[in-house]
């Protein structure tokens, strides 16, 4: 399974000189399992990039998993070139509502006065799927996808290829206010998702410091992504979502000591970057 990012920056792209080594594009992989299953995370402004990689690549289905719908992770959808190609067959999942279906709800987003372009006139024919508790299969992947704690519907997604576990979970707050050392694995958002993985990618938006004023946003200071990594267990851990403040040298910094403060085994910490390609395996 080979995993590509093409969008790591949380909350607001933030092109410029300052964030030229680990980018400004919001939330988007690209996984591609051995037999050329392709699934793409998230559809932040990271997309467009890939979108025209895959246009030159010719037409046939795309299959596109939403965390949930804020805008830094749906804004790059209306940029997306297979969209505009009617021989393509594009699938969307994403978290679900009671109360409207998910194209209603990205259709508030690619509709006037917000966006040119409505959701409904996209020449690709377009399916949109809910996901449940149950996994499913997207070619050759068994995907798996579960509540985790941000405001607002969201979950987390774990796939299954080639012999691999992939578990992505860009937006995050395991624990809200109580330490994760102190908490059963039941009671820690994401655990199940994320237990054993290969390769985790997690929210890791804070320093301590700017978590103790941010309590209850929805994201996670890099101690308690490095604890939720030791507790699931996981061979190598990928922190994500960098805050549109953090500039390269700071995630330098946040990176050095990621490193110095792991005590589990294996891949030291990682941060995520705009271009790097991570193959995977059992």
Do not use: K
Not at 72 to 78: K, P, Q, S, T, V
Not at 255 to 277: H, I, K, S, V
């Amino acid at each position: 399974m080979i995993v590509r990012i093409w969008g790591c920056r949380g909350s607001l792209a933030t092109p410029g000189r300052e964030t030229l080594r680990y980018g400004g594009n919001t939330s988007c992989i690209h996984v591609e399992c051995e037999d050329g299953t392709r699934i793409i995370f998230d559809a932040g402004t990271g997309i467009r990039a890939l979108g025209r990689e895959l246009a030159q690549n010719g037409t046939g289905r795309i299959n596109l998993c939403l965390t949930h719908l804020h805008l830094d992770h749906i804004e790059g959808i209306g940029f997306f070139a297979p969209l505009f190609n009617p021989a393509n067959e594009v699938h969307v999942w994403g978290p679900a509502s009671s109360v409207h279906s998910l194209d209603e709800r990205l259709a508030r987003y690619l509709s006037a006065p917000l966006f040119p372009v409505e959701l409904a006139d996209l020449p690709a024919a377009l399916t949109f799927h809910d996901v449940g508790s149950e996994p499913w299969e997207i070619g050759s992947a068994r995907v798996r996808a579960a509540p985790v704690w941000h405001p607002g519907a969201t979950v987390g997604y774990r796939i299954e290829a080639d012999g691999a576990v992939l578990t992505y979970v860009p937006d995050h707050e395991p624990s809200v206010g109580i330490p994760l050392e102190q908490l059963s694995s039941d009671w820690i958002s994401g655990f199940s998702l994320a237990a054993g993985s290969n390769l985790l990618i997690h929210d890791g938006q804070y320093t301590d410091e700017e978590y103790e004023e941010r309590i209850g946003w929805g994201h996670s200071s890099m101690s308690q992504a490095l604890t939720f990594g030791l507790r699931t267990e996981v061979e190598r851990l990928l922190l994500f979502h960098h805050d549109p403040l953090h500039s390269d040298d700071d995630l330098d910094a946040h990176q050095a000591l990621a490193r110095e403060l792991w005590r589990g085994n294996g891949t030291p910490p990682e941060l995520a970057y705009e271009g790097m390609e991570i193959r995977i395996s059992a």
